[in-house]
């Protein structure tokens, strides 16, 4: 521990006095090793300052402020990393609440997001992402309002779907397998939707219907385990 913070004191002495980009991010780097994340965010600021166009310091920034726990500084940053890699933004906004996964409020991480994705409510990621937080803390029926929003959006994304069903089975098994029974019926080729199916209507004791299903996905995956050994149980049923 004391090598580190040996290490950690030279490399940001020497990152204050040259203000050169590459050893700001080292000695950022090794503070974080040495687990002064004060002293690290403060590094990152400086490199950003000779380095703003460097999204690695923005991001690097970013996962400091998490675990810093400073999310009221982290607004204006994500929404400047979003904004400079506009190519991947729908991915971007998917990934945010993996960034925020260690935020123990998760209140606060939601109001967070929200604030985040809001201004990019005409893509689908976006209320996903919302969706995503709002499940975390337990908003489960803002949760399945941003899933609906989003399957509108993008009636055949299978992800969306999996997660309305697993919302909605938190009440209704019922209710989750007619939502993924409607979204098979209209995106036949979607394997873990029609998987998920077959599982529910196991549980419910809706056997044959769940035959039909299971050899559907076993005539599409005839080498999958995950087909096989629930097909073979049902085959001993009578």
Not at 121 to 142: G, K, T, V
Not at 193 to 204: P, Q, S
Request: neutral net charge.
């Amino acid at each position: 521990r004391g090598d580190a913070k040996l290490s950690s004191d030279a490399w940001t002495d020497l990152a204050q006095r040259t203000r050169d980009p590459k050893v700001n991010a080292r000695a950022t780097e090794v503070a974080g090793f040495a687990r002064q994340y004060d002293r690290a965010l403060e590094l990152s600021k400086l490199w950003i300052e000779v380095e703003p166009n460097s999204t690695q310091a923005k991001q690097t920034q970013s996962s400091l402020l998490v675990m810093t726990n400073r999310l009221e500084d982290l607004a204006p940053q994500l929404t400047a990393l979003l904004e400079q890699d506009k190519a991947n933004l729908g991915s971007n906004l998917l990934h945010m609440n993996r960034m925020l996964s260690r935020v123990s409020d998760k209140k606060a991480a939601q109001a967070l997001i929200d604030r985040i994705a809001a201004p990019y409510d005409s893509l689908p990621e976006a209320h996903f992402a919302m969706a995503q937080a709002a499940s975390n803390a337990n908003d489960n029926l803002r949760a399945l309002n941003e899933t609906e929003k989003a399957l509108q959006l993008r009636p055949d994304w299978e992800m969306a779907a999996l997660a309305r069903a697993q919302l909605q089975a938190r009440q209704s098994a019922k209710t989750a397998i007619d939502s993924l029974a409607e979204f098979v019926g209209n995106n036949a080729a979607a394997r873990d939707a029609r998987l998920t199916l077959a599982r529910l209507l196991i549980t419910e004791k809706r056997y044959s219907e769940a035959r039909q299903h299971f050899d559907r996905l076993l005539k599409d995956n005839p080498d999958s385990p995950e087909v096989i050994y629930p097909v073979a149980m049902l085959a001993l049923r009578p």
